[in-house]
């Protein structure tokens, strides 16, 4: 993402702005990147990227239960099968921009 002499360039900063966004906002000023920590949202991108070093499914998991009501059982039967061994700290870079996307067309919003 940076170049050898350590300056980031727009590209670069542009795609881990995407990436980090459901966490972090990223303003660039020159040499120097700003990353500012959002509110926490609940959505499951920023809950997988807050639990990082745990596995992805088990994140997963977790925000389908406690936003759509699903159990445990239900909830593991929808995380896909990529998401299963990994931690999100070994997800490909287009993974996490799916993950991102992907709360754009879903409500992970708490259910009662």
């Known amino acids: 993402m940076f170049t050898a002499a350590g300056a980031a360039d727009a590209a ?10 459901p966490v972090y906002e990223l303003t660039a000023r020159g040499t120097h990147v700003d990353a500012v920590r959002r509110a926490p949202s609940g959505t499951l991108a920023r809950t997988l990227m807050d639990r990082a ?23 593991r039967a929808e995380v896909p ?3 299963r061994d990994v931690t999100v700290l070994e997800l490909p ?6 993950l991102a996307a992907d709360d754009a067309q879903h409500d992970f919003t708490v259910v009662r």
């Not at 670069?12 to 966004?21: C, F, K, P, Q, V």
């Not at 925000?63 to 699903?70: A, E, K, P």
């Not at 870079?93 to 799916?98: E, F």
Request: charged share 30%; aromatic share 4%; no cysteine.
């Open 81 to 83: 099968a990529w998401a």
């Open 12 to 21: 670069s900063i542009a795609e881990a702005a995407e990436i980090l966004a």
């Open 53 to 75: 070093h745990g596995k992805a499914a088990n994140a997963w998991r977790d925000v389908l239960m406690r936003t759509r009501g699903l159990t445990k059982r239900e909830a």
């Open 93 to 98: 870079a287009h993974r996490l921009k799916a």
